[in-house]
């Protein structure tokens, strides 16, 4: 691709979190969901709990502003059809591929290109390289330069078309099938991540079952809550300990604010807790008024465990991001 080396549209979650004043970040801080990139919901319709990446193959020759469009319209494709669309990466994805029959030069003033395409659409997932949908449609776009030609064909992809709507009904079965033949697979998988403390591939993998799995959703549901709890004692521990560290190297309105750093990184459900909460009246005591601080809260009013599968979705949504490839090569799929 020109100069677009991907385009990715998609789905998140917004994760709230109170009560943080800090002056300054610190990189040894192990700060979980704090750090987790809140995102927007760009489709209301998302029926099944189901979200695609938008990815580009960097080896497609789409001009620039034809690549950004036919992203866009990829992802009307699927939010149209009951499907989320997610701005990063996740293993399933849709993608395109433009083949020119022909290109030919229409007389002017001003002369056009005039340009017959097939566009074939592809459902399918990334890591195991299998494609769950195709579908062709046949294209004709004409415009005073390629990039315009280009736009006009990728018009014709119609979101509400019986087959384009066809080949995402297909994906969508084709990755609900997977969720539920792997799913004792993946909650294995994600508890002996727990084990080596590698909470936030574990909670990706959890968290990436769609509620349209059945069963298999509510068992990953039970396991998430079980993980995160886990990975907030586990940040627990880490925090207190930077902090107490931070707090004995200086008492006084430096160290207090250094520490605060991690402190505010500590949920009010983890194991230590109240050490922490005996660390801050410590620091309080000593510094009075100086400090403006206050530990992380859950929001009143809303119910307490959607809040914690929520910031567990945050912790996986970040994760996968950091998965995301530098480029998109993907010869095998047509």
């Known amino acids: 691709m020109r ?51 938008v990815l580009l193959d960097d080896a497609e020759e789409i001009p620039t502003d034809a690549a950004r469009y036919l992203s866009n319209k990829l992802a009307q494709t699927i939010t149209a059809n009951g499907v989320g669309a997610f701005e990063g990466f996740s293993r399933f994805f849709i993608t395109a591929r433009l083949g020119l029959a022909t290109r030919d030069i229409v007389p002017g003033p001003p ?47 119609n979101p509400h078309a019986e087959p384009v709507a066809a080949f995402v009904r297909k994906g969508k079965d084709k990755i609900i099938d997977y969720y539920r033949a792997q799913c004792d697979n993946i909650i294995k998988q994600a508890q002996s991540l727990a084990v080596q403390k590698k909470y936030e591939e574990a909670l990706y993998l959890l968290t990436s079952i769609p509620d349209a799995a059945g069963d298999c959703y509510d068992k990953a549901l039970d396991a998430t809550a079980a993980i995160f709890q886990q990975y907030t004692d586990y940040l627990c521990e880490v925090n207190l ?38 660390l801050y009246t410590e620091i ?47 010869g095998w799929c047509r």
């Open 3 to 53: 100069s677009l080396n991907k385009t990715l549209i998609v789905i998140g979650l917004t994760l709230w979190f109170g009560g943080m004043v800090c002056a300054q970040t610190q990189p040894d801080a192990v700060s979980g969901a704090t750090q987790a990139a809140a995102t927007q919901a760009t489709a209301d319709n998302n029926e099944y709990g189901i979200v695609l990446s």
């Open 111 to 157: 002369a056009q290109i005039a340009e017959n395409m097939e566009i074939t659409l592809y459902i399918a997932d990334y890591f195991d390289q299998k494609i769950f949908a195709t579908t062709t449609i046949n294209a004709k776009g004409v415009g005073t330069n390629e990039s315009k030609a280009f736009i006009n064909a990728v018009k014709n992809l």
């Open 241 to 278: 300990a930077l902090a107490k560290a931070a707090w004995a190297a200086e008492q006084n309105s430096a160290g207090a604010q250094k520490a605060g750093v991690y402190m505010s990184l500590i949920y009010p459900d983890a194991a230590c807790y109240g050490e922490a909460q005996a």
């Open 284 to 330: 309080k005591g000593k510094v009075l008024d100086d400090w403006k601080f206050e530990m992380k809260k859950w929001q009143d009013g809303v119910n307490l465990e959607s809040q914690r599968i929520e910031a567990a979705r945050a912790i996986g949504v970040a994760y996968g991001r950091g998965q995301q490839p530098t480029s998109y090569v993907m």
